[in-house]
């Protein structure tokens, strides 16, 4: 015999689960961040965002496709911030345009790039972000 279970009649709102703020692709220690570059002035510290290898739709991406859309990457969470980042008051009267942490839209060619343990950091002037986002991965990246 089969028993079935009552319907819930509950009229609590269905449970949305929403994407993970934490740093897509970025797992930190104080070993590796003792590695990065401390950026002087009006510089901040970058890591482009790194595409991952299955689409949404489940395909699987190729090595050549994945560092094709790296190098046209416009979108990065910042690491660290220079002493000067936005102080000048001048340019920047309603106050910083982004913070440590935060995943920030920059230009194609925009920045230095730096190689470090097999991966790429930029250094970018505090003038070339261009927008904030919540979550990286919903930018397009074209290439």
């Known amino acids: 015999m089969i028993q079935k279970e009552p319907l819930s009649t509950s009229k609590a709102p269905p449970k949305i689960s929403l994407p993970n703020k934490e740093l897509v692709g970025v797992q930190s220690t104080k070993k590796e961040l003792a590695k990065l570059p401390l950026p002087t002035g009006w510089r901040l510290l970058v890591l482009p965002f790194k595409q991952k290898e299955k689409t949404k739709g489940g395909i699987i991406m190729t090595d050549d496709a994945i560092d094709r859309s790296q190098v046209a990457s416009t979108c990065g969470v910042v690491l660290r911030m220079g002493p000067d980042c ?17 995943w920030v839209i920059f230009a194609r060619y ?6 470090i343990d097999g991966g790429e950091v930029r250094l970018l002037n505090d003038d ?9 991965e919903d930018i397009f990246h074209e290439f």
């Open 86 to 102: 936005y102080r000048d008051k001048e340019r920047y009267p309603d106050g910083p345009w982004c913070k440590e942490k935060d």
């Open 128 to 136: 070339e972000v261009l927008a904030t986002v919540d979550n990286p």
């Open 110 to 115: 925009a920045g230095s790039r730096i190689k």
